[in-house]
């Protein structure tokens, strides 16, 4: 029989099922005729790991293994999580350090949450090589409740690595089936596409409560409002629920929707320096300007891996003349309005100490349309936390994106890119702020 080692898990999911489950989880179910996972609990014992989810309702499920990192993927149809964001992260597991060295477990953590529209998914990562010895719902032996049973078994590597080549083909297949959103620009109107970090099952860091995912979702709603509000724009969200995008598919959307503007939004934590704040913003380039920056950009970079994706980079890019050039000139305008950005920031928060940066980050590849992240603080550091966790420094913090934008656009003077023998426009690195308001304290 499998022993129980995961106390680190029942107490977190038990105490957040209490409080979200009940009542409450019955009514998700009715309202949206979803099932709801309540609990989670992982049991090892040497080479065997059992992963159990109550749920509210039976379901189908399909796993099959990854490998770059290794890790186990379940499919399932949309369910609700009603657990601690918590759940199943490493730091919870007391028993990953005896002595010295690394866990011994098959598990190393694991993740949940919604993939796509119809969609959620289960991301384990392995400690060692695993093969699947079942991935299904049955009824509990004790109360006849349905429960999810992942069960894993320890294996060799060639196995393994057969395995994982089994299953690139299906999963090439449902990348591809991603959801997607035609953009359409109202005649005139520039195109802003403004892109929440991580969704669905990426959360993104969590440190003390907060989440990444669910503040750089709220904070892209109230800059999309302020665009709305201004008339001057079409605005975006790539998108506009907690589910998950690849970042390729972000990519895409604004390339086909011919974007005039991109700007990716996420927050930053750092384990070992909390003294550590302040918002910066990056922009693309083929190397990094300093060891921030590509620690950062490798980190965000790993979004589509945490997803159970591939992560593989596109490499379709026509390499001539024609195709640099280009490049080259939506950089220019990314340093641009990169610039613009921090001119603007510094009125309503905090700036790191380097507040411009550039590395190799794939969501901001595309050649043709001007792309920043901005990076809205540290949840490292307890003064970034109380500024990204209040609504009143939102709707300050938010302005001042929005204002930059409308900046950008109007030294541009149109929706479209300036054409590149257009040399009678105002330098654009000059944009700033009213000095009225640059002068302003907080």
Do not use: C
Request: aromatic share 6%.
């Amino acid at each position: 029989m499998i022993a129980a080692l995961a106390a680190w898990l029942i107490a977190p999911a038990a105490s957040h099922a209490e409080a979200l489950g009940g009542s409450h989880a019955q009514a998700q179910l009715e309202s949206g005729g979803r099932p709801v996972a309540t609990a989670a609990r992982l049991e090892e014992n040497g080479d065997k790991a059992r992963l159990v989810f109550e749920l509210s309702a039976p379901l189908d499920a399909a796993a099959f293994v990854l490998a770059g990192p290794a890790r186990v993927i379940v499919d399932l149809p949309q369910i609700e999580f009603a657990l601690d964001p918590e759940t199943g992260k490493p730091a919870k597991r007391a028993h990953h350090r005896r002595g010295r060295g690394k866990p011994r477990g098959l598990v190393v953590s694991f993740r949940f949450g919604q993939l796509g529209e119809g969609k959620s998914r289960i991301v384990i990562d392995l400690g060692a090589p695993a093969r699947i010895l079942r991935a299904t719902s049955e009824k509990s032996d004790g109360d006849g409740k349905p429960r999810l049973v992942i069960e894993l078994t320890k294996t060799d590597r060639a196995s393994f690595r057969a395995a994982v080549q089994s299953a690139r083909a299906a999963l090439t297949e449902q990348s591809h089936s991603m959801r997607g959103q035609k953009l359409e620009a109202a005649a005139g109107k520039p195109i802003v596409v403004i892109d929440p970090g991580h969704g669905g099952i990426d959360s993104g860091a969590i440190v003390n409560g907060l989440v990444e995912k669910n503040l750089v979702f709220d904070f892209a709603k109230a800059v999309k409002a302020k665009l709305e509000a201004d008339g001057r724009f079409t605005t975006v969200m790539t998108r506009d629920d907690d589910s998950f995008v690849p970042l390729s598919e972000r990519v895409r959307m604004a390339r086909e929707g011919n974007a005039a503007l991109f700007v990716s939004i996420h927050a930053d934590t750092l384990s070992d320096a909390a003294d550590v704040a302040g918002a910066t913003i990056y922009t693309v380039s083929d190397r990094a300007s300093d060891k921030e920056a590509a620690r950062v950009a490798e980190k965000e970079n790993q979004s589509d891996a945490a997803a159970g994706l591939d992560g593989t980079e596109d490499s379709g890019d026509v390499s001539d003349i024609l195709f640099d050039l280009t490049r080259r000139e939506t950089r220019a305008y990314s340093h641009v309005f990169a610039r613009t950005l921090v001119n603007y920031w510094k009125v309503a928060g905090r700036l790191n100490k380097n507040p411009q940066r550039s590395a190799g980050f794939r969501v901001l590849k595309a050649p043709d349309v001007p792309s920043v992240l901005l990076e809205l603080g540290y949840l490292s550091n307890q003064k970034d936390d109380l500024s990204l966790a209040s609504p009143e420094w939102r709707d300050q913090a938010s302005s001042r994106v929005a204002e930059a934008i409308e900046a950008f656009f109007s030294a541009r003077g149109t929706g479209g890119p300036i054409p590149s023998g257009d040399k009678d426009r105002a330098p654009l690195e000059e944009i700033a702020p009213a000095t009225d308001v640059a002068h302003r304290t907080h």
